[in-house]
């Protein structure tokens, strides 16, 4: 079904005239960052009554990677499918609101959802309710885990994102830190290409970092040692992130092995390989997860002690099972969302449209649609990472913590305060 047969597909009334709506408020969530098509729709007291995704992962494995113009078409050619769907589950009647991504993303891939949106208000004569496509991500786990307020701490990682944020309110975030080069995501894919599992038959229809996650589990990382400097530092903003070196490191290393082993051995050495390539990554994110929940007790804005994490590799399990380790000494509640909503989904669109509504955000009306535009590098919020100040060197080590890491963990672990204390992010910055 094509935007142009959207209104042989509609009730006649919704196509030519208005009718009156449905007391029932639903939204109906269009999703099209980058490599996820999906729609679903959402009713107001947040059950989910259709949701429809079109996986690419499959297609853009037998490309060799992602590629956008591909991504773009197969938006273009899929999405009015899954509207379909959805319509069908629920019925167009039922349709109070249109939410779409439109920041951030790939902008060839962004135009497709957001043009497809606007002629669906069009159709329906309903409002529009642009949403950040990396704050869904961190407000979605409020839909599964009512026990999550604001604020909190939220780390997203995916194949294209890696960032640490404090989480004020659905319109509030206070970006902390975020990677300078590549996200861990797109790190295990390059190691993944690198050793071949893209090639091997039964791994084709799974992501790199799928793929290596699940061979980790079986692996150990001590047994294929990966020789690089160190996590950088990052200068005056401590907590942003640095990949682009330890995949150089990690692709020599890969490299190397197979020139001088047998294929057989190699392949008896996927896990380990996998298992080490899973350790550079979770070293990486728990050495700043450390830094940044000192810096968050020395500033006294931890009274939640909440970490939320989001994004495709949220779904890790070797990453999920350190994360779990790190909240435990920290004394931080951890939430991870399923693992359907980890991946770019419109489930979370539908849910922080929900929420951004409840908070005050008027809804864009049909006659102001062409005012909405996409912005592919929007930030997730106020940029604070060069405010961040840590007066004391943290580290984590990946197995065994040193004298002084007891030390500070003890110090954030026994610091007591009353629970109103929190004050603005902003405020404190000035400070």
């Known amino acids: 079904m094509t935007l142009h047969h959207l209104k042989y597909f509609l009730p006649k009334q919704f196509c030519f005239g208005a009718v009156t709506r449905n007391l029932s408020k639903t939204t109906l969530a269009i999703e099209t960052s980058f490599d996820n098509t999906a729609v679903a729709v959402i009713s107001s007291d947040n059950r989910i009554l259709a949701d429809e995704i079109f996986d690419q992962v499959k297609y853009h494995n037998m490309t060799g990677g992602t590629d956008p113009r591909f991504a773009k078409s197969l938006h273009k050619r899929h999405l009015p499918k899954i509207t379909e769907k959805c319509l069908l589950k629920i019925g167009a009647t039922n349709i109070d609101s249109v939410a779409v991504t439109t920041m951030p993303g790939r902008a060839i891939c962004l ?16 409002p529009m309710i642009p949403v950040h496509h990396m704050r869904a991500h961190a407000v979605v786990a409020r839909m599964y885990h009512s026990d999550i307020c604001y604020p909190f701490l939220t780390l997203l990682i995916s194949g294209g994102h890696c960032l640490l944020a404090l989480v004020e309110s659905v319109d509030q975030f206070w970006l902390l830190g975020e990677s300078l080069d590549i996200a861990p995501g797109h790190f295990l894919d390059c190691v993944a290409n690198v050793m071949g599992l893209n090639e091997m038959e039964q791994f084709k ?23 690089y400097r160190g996590i950088r530092m990052c200068g005056g903003t401590p907590l942003n992130f640095s990949f ?30 996998a298992a080490a390539a899973m350790r550079v990554v979770s070293k990486h994110l728990l050495h ?57 989904n419109a489930v979370m669109i539908g849910y922080t449209a929900h929420e951004m509504v409840e908070s005050g955000f008027e809804p864009i009306r049909c006659e102001d649609l062409e005012t909405v535009e996409v912005d592919g590098f929007a930030k997730i919020g106020n940029d604070a990472t060069r405010s961040v100040n840590i007066s004391k060197h943290i580290t984590s080590n990946f197995r065994r913590l040193t004298m002084s890491e007891f030390s500070i963990a003890n110090e954030i672990n026994g610091f007591e305060r009353s629970s109103n204390s929190f004050g603005s992010f902003e405020r404190i910055l000035k400070h």
Not at 318 to 327: A, G, R
């Open 288 to 344: 700043k997860l450390t830094r940044c929940m000192y810096f968050l007790h020395d500033k006294s804005i931890d009274d939640n002690r909440t970490l939320v994490v989001s994004g495709g590799c949220a779904s890790s399990r070797v990453l999920t099972e350190d994360l779990n380790k790190l909240c435990r000494l920290r004394n931080y509640k951890l939430f991870i969302p399923p693992p359907n909503v980890c991946i770019d």
């Open 205 to 227: 229809s799974k992501s790199g970092g799928a793929v290596l996650d699940s061979l980790a589990i079986c692996g150990d990382p001590d047994l294929f040692p990966i020789n």
């Open 244 to 273: 682009s070196g330890v995949l150089a490191a990690t692709k020599r290393a890969v490299v190397k092995f197979k020139q001088v082993n047998s294929e057989e051995y190699f392949e008896e050495m996927l896990p380990h390989i």
């Open 111 to 126: 135009e497709i959802g957001l043009q497809y949106a606007k002629d669906l208000c069009r159709r329906l004569e309903v």
